[in-house]
């Protein structure tokens, strides 16, 4: 019974998510990666692979103190669960990151309550300690994580509007001889060199990086509709699966783009999202691009969106079949970083939306011929 006391002393004791003061253990800046660093807000991979250290010391400080194995193991578990949940997800899942740091002061106030071997190893001390500091640094990371994304809310121009704001004054009306195409899109589409791959049309690049579908549906007056293009071309929802966004709502944002897109006389057409892969290196780490995109949502999204195209007679147009390779993945020599497509990458694609752009046109005109 007093173990159990003390263990519901620590889970009330735990929670406190505030950065603690800066331990003396000259030990823990070396060990925990970047713990020296002067912005609270960790790069992601740094934040993972600190959030990864804080489940290894765990393991480790609880076989120093006897009876800790028992009196922890669900807080232990607990961290497990997190840190995975992370790892699928996002090193900046808010949820997950506050119930592993939840989890883990909990652990430490049940570290200092419960009675240790005398003399204390040396080595489970220094373990202690390093598992403090980096605590403490996760919380920092946490806190600048939270104000960021509050800053993020309250900023006046979520969707960046203004990106495009200049050039959609300077862009002029759609001339009578070429119809216009909008290219809505992410990351993918803001590096595609339209005026290369397609020459001679009237191909406008309205593209963000690191936009989510919501994103893309707020600029849909601005950096589509006033445009007045024959045409929009929607290649998204890759972020949104990279940030745990529901599929629910992703569909729901597609939907509204489409009928948007419609109620203005304009024909939508939806990409598929293309596949990911972990081919490739950097700093000789591998850049897993699969954990936070899986191919598994890819390939539900994209299915989605072709029952959803069929259903409306709207254009599919299929990236995915040209550049998935055998195993699911995207093609190796089609992109450097496993996500984003390269010059070959890009010269695969625009055959494929060329193709369907004049598609989409030419039975929209039927149907204009057909209304006359």
């Known amino acids: 019974m007093k173990c159990v006391a003390v263990l519901v002393a620590a889970l009330v004791a735990g929670p406190a998510l505030c950065p603690q003061s800066a331990s003396t253990n000259p030990n823990a800046a070396s060990s925990a990666p970047n713990a020296s660093s002067s912005s609270p807000l960790l790069p992601e991979g740094d934040a993972l692979a600190l959030l990864r250290r804080i489940s290894q010391l765990m393991e480790a400080t609880m076989l120093a103190t006897p009876g ?176 745990s966004v529901p599929v629910a709502t992703i569909k729901n944002n597609l939907v509204m783009i489409a009928d948007l897109a419609t109620y203005h006389g304009i024909r939508p057409l939806f990409a598929s999202i293309l596949p990911v892969s972990d081919y490739h290196k950097t700093a000789g780490q591998k850049i897993a691009m699969t954990r936070r995109r899986p191919p598994a949502s890819i390939l539900a999204l994209n299915k989605w969106l072709q029952q959803f195209c069929a259903q409306r007679s709207y254009v599919y147009v299929d990236y995915f079949a040209a550049t998935v390779d055998s195993a699911g993945y995207l093609q190796s020599d089609l992109s450097d970083d496993g996500l984003h497509p390269n010059s070959k990458g890009y010269r695969v694609m625009s055959p494929i939306a060329l193709k369907e752009i004049d598609r989409a046109l030419s039975q929209q005109k039927k149907k204009k011929g057909k209304s006359s």
Not at 169 to 176: E, I, T
Not at 186 to 203: K, P, Q, V
């Open 68 to 243: 800790m194995n028992r009196a922890a193991a669900p807080l232990a578990e607990n961290v497990k669960q997190a840190l995975v949940n992370i790892e699928s997800t996002s090193a900046q899942n808010v949820g997950q990151i506050y119930t592993l740091l939840a989890n883990v002061r909990a652990y430490l106030a049940l570290s200092d309550a419960l009675p240790k071997q005398y003399p204390f190893a040396e080595a489970a001390r220094k373990q202690v300690a390093e598992l403090r500091d980096s605590v403490d640094r996760m919380d920092a990371d946490f806190a600048a994580l939270l104000d960021s994304r509050e800053e993020q809310t309250r900023t006046p121009d979520r969707d960046n509007l203004k990106r495009y704001a200049d050039e959609n004054a300077r862009l002029g009306p759609p001339s009578a001889q070429s119809a216009r195409v909008v290219f809505l899109g992410d990351s993918i589409t803001d590096a595609w060199r339209l005026t290369e791959y397609f020459t001679g049309r009237d191909f406008v690049n309205r593209g963000i990086s690191g936009q989510i579908t919501s994103e893309m549906l707020g600029r849909m007056m601005a950096d589509v509709i006033e445009l007045k293009p024959a045409a929009v071309l929607v290649l998204a929802g890759t972020n949104d699966i990279a940030r």
